[in-house]
């Protein structure tokens, strides 16, 4: 795919179709650091973003479409993750209203701007990007309910639930990851989406402590990358809670309940 021709492409779409209002470039494009395998996040805002959604032309002329994502997302807008060959384009319809209400933490560049809000549009300090205490409980309550039932699976001998129940503690793992490096390095500091770029914004120590919490599909090993998981999590999350001034909280507790269900697997000769 030639995503400068696309976005050109796009581009004279939205210009000469009066629903469209703006379009927002957003993500590695925006910011001039697109690895070669980057996606191109592109936010559409429309008077009525009904018709675009039914609509697939809009996007279907950008290249050689391979599958697409239609996602209702809770609490954002409906997206349309196209996959072309040789590139991707994510593509978010937004109603036009919501435009300036809209925030950002990291760049963003201004492609279409029918009716001159783009000067009220900024990119906001990721302040608001760490957690108050509730947050921060609630996420930890997530992560080791998870571990817990990890756990229950590998015990069980569940090997594809467990693989399962690891992806949700691996998900509130990342989180807490996110907060501490922002806790410690500052708000600004850059920690991207889904771990993407972690080479260059997460600290080696955590790298290498990541490296041990992933493990094969047998209990055993899988069992000893859940000990270096929730390890790991209980670091953090205990270093996070002192720099924010949070309870404390008890992980050694919920530690030995994970140890007593694994030690619930039945013997191997």
Same mark, same amino acid.
């Not at 760049?107 to 108050?132: H, I, M, N, T, W």
């Not at 000893?224 to 992980?251: N, Q, V, W």
């Given at each position: ?14 210009? !000469?179709?009066? !629903? ?7 993500? #590695? ?27 697939? #032309?809009?996007? !279907? ?8 994502? %239609?996602? @209702? ?5 409906? @997206?349309?993750?196209?996959?072309? *060959? ?14 300036? @209400? ?22 906001? #300090?990721?302040? #608001?990007?760490l957690p108050d205490e509730a947050a921060f409980r609630e996420r930890v309550d997530w992560g080791y309910a ?25 998900? @509130? ?13 500052? $708000?600004?500091?850059?920690? %991207? $989406? ?11 120590? *955590?790298q290498q402590a990541l490296e041990q919490c992933w493990g094969r599909f047998d209990a055993e090993d899988s ?22 001034? $949070? ?8 530690? %030995?309940? *994970?140890?007593?269900i694994l030690a619930l697997r039945p013997e191997v000769d």
């Amino acid at each position: 795919m030639d995503y400068d021709r696309a976005i050109e492409t796009l581009t004279a779409w939205a210009r !000469n179709d009066e !629903n469209v209002r703006a379009m927002v470039m957003t993500g #590695s494009a925006a910011a001039h650091e697109a690895h070669p395998l980057s996606d191109r996040d592109i936010e559409i805002y429309a008077t009525d973003p009904a018709p675009l959604l039914a609509d697939d #032309s809009w996007w !279907n002329q950008l290249g050689d479409v391979l599958v697409v994502e %239609r996602l @209702s997302i809770p609490g954002w807008h409906p @997206s349309r993750l196209v996959y072309y *060959v040789g590139g991707k384009l994510d593509l978010t319809v937004i109603a036009a209203a919501a435009l300036p @209400s809209i925030r950002r933490e990291r760049p963003f560049s201004v492609l279409v701007d029918k009716d001159g809000v783009s000067g009220s549009l900024r990119q906001e #300090s990721a302040e #608001s990007a760490l957690p108050d205490e509730a947050a921060f409980r609630e996420r930890v309550d997530w992560g080791y309910a998870a571990a817990l039932m990890c756990a229950k699976a590998i015990a069980r001998d569940e090997p594809w639930s467990s693989k399962i129940r690891d992806r949700d503690l691996k998900a @509130s793992l990342l989180t807490v990851i996110e907060w501490d490096h922002r806790v410690r390095h500052g $708000f600004d500091h850059d920690v %991207r $989406f889904l771990g993407s770029r972690m080479r260059q914004w997460m600290d080696a120590d *955590v790298q290498q402590a990541l490296e041990q919490c992933w493990g094969r599909f047998d209990a055993e090993d899988s069992a000893k990358a859940l000990r270096a998981s929730i390890h790991l999590f209980a670091r953090l999350g205990t270093r996070i809670a002192d720099e924010l001034g $949070f309870l404390p909280i008890d992980h050694d507790r919920i530690h %030995r309940e *994970v140890e007593a269900i694994l030690a619930l697997r039945p013997e191997v000769d």
